[in-house]
């Protein structure tokens, strides 16, 4: 059951925004297939751009909404309409959580209006239940009632306070209900409504799942408070170590203070406005004295930090929305598009690195040869789709290629390299055991090769040898024999 295609990721997506983000990271530019999965309780503008988004790799579905804030009053014909509207491949009946027999009361009424126009989606019926009984009693019913395209739903546990239903409340229940199904109907087309996630991306293309949406990629990234706030904590370590000032520590405490105090004050808006500002005040008093010990002690990584610091500080709207763009970007790279790529290649970081703001993408920092070569062969398109690239640097340990990351001077030595060992082999054990590379190409100099020393890759792999041009020309001919 399966292929290498499946299953698709089909991203949720609700609002132009959403849409523009999945642009940004290039999803019609990847190999394999992906989806998007948009609901009829849109705006116009949304339905719009859905249906004109590039389908070269793109599948796409849409629900009712019927779990969104305002939940679904369109009838079937409407709702059918907006649909075909959208420009669906894919259109889901209205169903009700853990209700089977009103999810089939109303699976009657969709296949039956549904059999009376002329609809270019393909309906899907939805399984509900509250036992893999039950489950498998409401499949049983959609099949009698001609569906050839069923989801499962009703899997997700809903948040405390809120509308959403963003996780699987119980894996092994999940599991279960996909056994049972498939021990029935062992070839059926089949969606998993709301529980893709790349961690249960084997075991969907262990069941033969079509696909899944996906809620959760739009919320991996840090806010620029968070960086803040992360970066504070990193410069009060090193300032400990570099130098004493009673005035910053006095103003550290008051800063404390001040975070409490704007958590308490979420509730007023006024109020946790002028708390706010105190606190950006604050903020540029304490960069001012930074900026101040940047000078005094000379510490090139501790200025680094500090000049972050104050990137962060002063970052407008249109950063600010970048920089979380990015980090989904990496997210996406990383964990999901990387489950369709056939090839890996591996390379050492650069002491060479461009003159932009960081934090930056690993693969924009660096410049060193091989870096230049390869954003060369992208720009000019010529590096393949389904090729995936990570670094392992002497700071940083093992990087995916759009990771953000900070300027840094550190050299790759052996004793480095042993030290790095442990976490390069654990992150790499775990990132490919959720791919499955056809090879593995590795160009790195013999420190930097002590960190993987001995690893088992469980796919034929080759290593770079010679002089730096020699490995240079292996690389490329390499890369170059995978275009698809």
Same mark, same amino acid.
């Given at each position: ?27 019609? %530019?990847?190999?394999? #297939? ?7 309780? *849109? ?45 669906? !491949? ?36 939805? /399984?509900?239940?509250? *036992? ?9 019913? &959609? ?30 229940? $999940?599991?279960?209900?996909? /056994? ?67 005035? $910053? ?32 005040? &604050? ?58 790529? @056939?090839?890996? $290649? ?15 993408? /690993?693969?924009? $920092? ?13 720009? !000019? ?32 030595? !052996? ?7 442990? @976490?390069? !082999?654990? %992150? ?13 190409? #590795? ?6 090769? &002590? ?34």
């Amino acid at each position: 059951m399966g292929n290498k295609t499946h299953p698709i990721p089909f991203f949720v997506v609700d609002r132009p925004m959403s849409l523009k983000i999945l642009e940004y990271c290039e999803i019609n %530019k990847q190999s394999g #297939v992906f989806g998007l999965m948009g609901h009829a309780n *849109t705006s116009k503008r949304f339905q719009e751009l859905f249906e004109s988004f590039p389908t070269d790799n793109i599948v796409k579905m849409a629900d009712s909404g019927v779990f969104s804030k305002d939940g679904c009053k369109l009838d079937y014909e409407h709702l059918f309409s907006i649909y075909e509207g959208m420009g669906a !491949e894919y259109g889901i009946m209205i169903d009700f959580l853990k209700d089977k027999e009103k999810t089939i009361e109303s699976a009657e009424s969709a296949i039956k209006i549904y059999g009376n126009g002329k609809y270019s989606f393909k309906l899907v019926g939805v /399984a509900q239940g509250n *036992t893999i009984g039950e489950y498998a009693e409401c499949y049983d019913n &959609l099949k009698l009632l001609g569906f050839d395209h069923i989801a499962i739903g009703g899997l997700l546990k809903k948040y405390i306070n809120t509308t959403r239903y963003v996780r699987v409340k119980d894996e092994n229940f $999940l599991k279960g209900v996909l /056994a049972e199904i498939r021990s029935n109907y062992r070839n059926d087309w089949l969606f998993m409504l709301g529980c893709y996630n790349p961690r249960r991306h084997a075991l969907f293309k262990e069941f033969g799942v079509f696909g899944g949406d996906y809620k959760g990629w739009i919320f991996n990234y840090k806010t620029p408070d968070r960086w803040i706030e992360d970066l504070n904590k990193d410069l009060e370590l090193s300032e400990r170590k570099i130098i004493e000032n009673r005035v $910053l520590e006095e103003l550290l405490d008051e800063r404390v203070k001040i975070t409490q105090e704007l958590e308490e004050s979420r509730g007023s808006k006024d109020l946790a406005g002028k708390i706010e500002n105190k606190k950006i005040e &604050l903020d540029m008093k304490i960069l001012s004295l930074r900026k101040n010990i940047v000078k005094q002690t000379n510490n090139a990584e501790y200025s680094l930090k500090v000049q972050t610091l104050e990137k962060f500080l002063n970052m407008d709207k249109d950063t600010k929305r970048d920089y979380r763009f990015k980090q989904i970007k990496a997210y996406l790279d990383k964990n999901i598009f990387s489950l369709f790529r @056939d090839y890996l $290649l591996i390379i050492s970081c650069s002491q060479r690195k461009v003159d932009i703001p960081n934090p930056a993408p /690993a693969i924009e $920092l660096y410049d060193g040869s091989i870096f230049r070569i390869i954003k060369k062969m992208y720009r !000019e398109r010529r590096l393949p789709k389904n090729m995936h690239v990570l670094i392992i640097s002497a700071k940083y340990g093992l990087l995916s290629s759009h990771d953000l990351i900070e300027k840094y001077d550190q050299k790759m030595t !052996e004793d480095r390299a042993k030290e790095l060992k442990h @976490d390069i !082999e654990k %992150k790499l054990d775990k990132f490919l055991s959720n791919n499955e590379f056809k090879e593995i190409f #590795v160009s790195m100099g013999k420190s930097y090769c &002590l960190s993987i020393e001995d690893f088992d890759f469980k796919v034929p792999i080759e290593y770079a040898s010679g002089r730096i041009g020699e490995k240079l020309s292996k690389i490329k001919r390499w890369i170059e024999s995978k275009n698809e």
